[in-house]
């Protein structure tokens, strides 16, 4: 799993580059839900993926843009915040930095 930091010193991500990360994060993680109990912890560092590129998201795109993302992926602000909680509660001081 690569920190969030990797990313950022990979530069900006473009809307496109974010649309088809968290499309396929996204679908991923809808192939894990209802099985059990096996990807229990693999859901959880889905949800932290998808969390970390919700973060680049609102670094890297305008507020049209991020809104428009949200609105194509089919995410709410509540299911947003969501993940990027879940991001916060897997991640190390240092990750965030």
Not at 24 to 36: F, N, P, S, V
Not at 46 to 68: F, M, N
Request: aromatic residues 8%.
């Amino acid at each position: 799993m690569r920190s969030f930091g990797s990313w950022k010193e990979q530069g900006m991500k473009t809307f496109e580059e974010l649309k088809a990360g968290l499309t396929q994060e996204l679908l991923e993680l809808e192939r894990l839900t209802g099985i059990w109990p096996n990807t229990v912890e693999k859901r959880h560092v889905k949800e932290q993926a998808i969390g970390r590129l919700c973060y680049l998201a609102e670094e890297d795109l305008s507020q049209l843009e991020l809104g428009t993302l949200k609105r194509a992926l089919g995410v709410n602000d509540t299911r947003w915040r969501t993940f990027k909680a879940k991001f916060i509660e897997g991640s190390s001081p240092g990750e965030l930095a």
